[in-house]
């Protein structure tokens, strides 16, 4: 057998999520038939993160495995004249068998996108969350130590959400503005179903002063998803990284959505901490 992983990029606008289900369009299953063609037999794929309806991927990365040899084009031009053109492969790279796009993954970031509705452009209106508010980065970022480290996040959690424990470890947290975007920039070792969504609705009303850090705080110790704001709309949400041990030697580096242009330098690298020790949780 042979091992690969691959880096893929989409455009969630038309699919219900990553994740394969019945009767519904899901770039999992655009990517495995491709896939699939290519190898001329059933290829199963295995992601970091399984993005939900509407979110995009800059860095989503994926790995299979295959009893064919086929040489690298293959499974990055070849399978691409076969997928939609919502979606694309951008790199391959052959791993050990031990390797898993999921279970080996260190960490995930996201990064959300708030743009002010005055500066709106039509072809960007599945790419941004439109806000009518101007946004205060200085109050948001005064928040931001309230969310890192390993926690209970049961006050950013959805009602669905099917993990066995509300636990997560924020390792990274920004909030930077570019332009006209405010840009939220969060790695984490998982995140609940939701969570970035709601995280970035909390620090939306912190920016437009209508939370403020001591009703954070409670929010944080109430662990009561009911307390906090609506969930943030899914078109601002890009998964854009994810974090492997070296000797796999997949590139972590965060891949800037274009409509941000080249800022590739405003963004820090995530950096575990010292104490770091490896523990599996369920992405």
Same mark, same amino acid.
């Given at each position: 057998?042979?091992?690969?992983?691959?880096?893929?990029?989409?455009?969630?606008?038309?699919?219900?999520?990553?994740?394969?289900?019945?009767?519904?369009q899901?770039?999992?299953?655009e990517l495995?038939?491709?896939?699939?063609?290519?190898?001329?037999?059933?290829i199963? +794929?295995?992601?970091?993160?399984?993005?939900?309806?509407?979110?995009?991927?800059?860095?989503?990365?994926?790995?299979?495995?295959?009893?064919?040899?086929?040489?690298?084009? *293959?499974?990055?031009?070849?399978?691409?004249?076969?997928?939609?053109?919502?979606?694309?492969?951008?790199?391959?790279?052959?791993?050990?068998?031990?390797?898993?796009?999921?279970?080996?993954?260190l960490?995930?970031?996201?990064?959300?996108?708030?743009?002010?509705?005055?500066?709106?452009?039509?072809?960007?209106?599945?790419?941004?969350?439109?806000?009518?508010?101007?946004?205060? +980065?200085?109050?948001?970022?005064?928040?931001?130590?309230?969310? $890192?480290?390993?926690? =209970?996040?049961?006050? $950013?959690?959805? *009602?669905?959400?099917?993990?066995?424990?509300?636990?997560?470890?924020?390792?990274?947290? =920004?909030?930077?503005?570019?332009?006209?975007?405010?840009?939220? =920039?969060?790695?984490?070792?998982?995140?609940?179903?939701?969570?970035v969504?709601?995280?970035?609705?909390?620090?939306?009303?912190?920016?437009?002063?209508? $939370?403020?850090?001591?009703?954070?705080?409670?929010?944080?110790?109430?662990?009561?998803?009911? $307390?906090?704001?609506?969930?943030?709309?899914?078109?601002?949400?890009?998964?854009?990284?994810?974090?492997?041990?070296?000797?796999?030697?997949?590139?972590?580096?965060?891949?800037?959505?274009?409509v941000?242009?080249?800022?590739?330098?405003?963004?820090?690298?995530?950096?575990?901490?010292?104490?770091?020790?490896r523990?599996?949780?369920?992405?």
């Open positions: 057998m042979r091992y690969y992983a691959l880096g893929v990029e989409y455009d969630g606008t038309s699919y219900s999520g990553y994740q394969r289900q019945a009767e519904a899901t770039v999992q299953a495995e038939k491709a896939l699939s063609s290519i190898a001329a037999e059933p199963c +794929v295995v992601a970091a993160g399984r993005t939900d309806r509407g979110v995009h991927a800059t860095q989503q990365v994926v790995s299979f495995e295959t009893s064919v040899e086929r040489p690298d084009r *293959a499974w990055v031009v070849g399978v691409n004249s076969l997928l939609p053109s919502t979606i694309a492969v951008n790199w391959v790279k052959e791993v050990s068998a031990d390797f898993s796009a999921r279970f080996s993954a960490w995930r970031r996201y990064i959300y996108i708030y743009g002010h509705r005055s500066n709106m452009q039509v072809f960007l209106r599945n790419f941004v969350s439109w806000t009518d508010s101007f946004l205060d +980065v200085d109050r948001m970022e005064q928040v931001v130590d309230l969310f $890192l480290g390993e926690q =209970d996040f049961s006050c $950013l959690r959805a *009602a669905d959400c099917t993990s066995r424990t509300p636990f997560r470890h924020v390792y990274h947290l =920004d909030v930077i503005r570019i332009g006209g975007f405010v840009i939220i =920039d969060i790695a984490a070792n998982a995140f609940l179903l939701h969570m969504r709601n995280l970035a609705a909390v620090l939306h009303d912190v920016g437009i002063n209508k $939370l403020n850090r001591s009703d954070v705080m409670a929010l944080i110790d109430s662990r009561d998803r009911n $307390l906090g704001p609506p969930t943030a709309r899914a078109t601002g949400l890009y998964l854009a990284a994810v974090g492997y041990e070296s000797e796999f030697n997949i590139d972590s580096s965060i891949r800037v959505p274009a941000l242009g080249e800022i590739q330098d405003r963004f820090r690298a995530v950096t575990l901490p010292c104490d770091y020790y523990r599996s949780i369920d992405p």
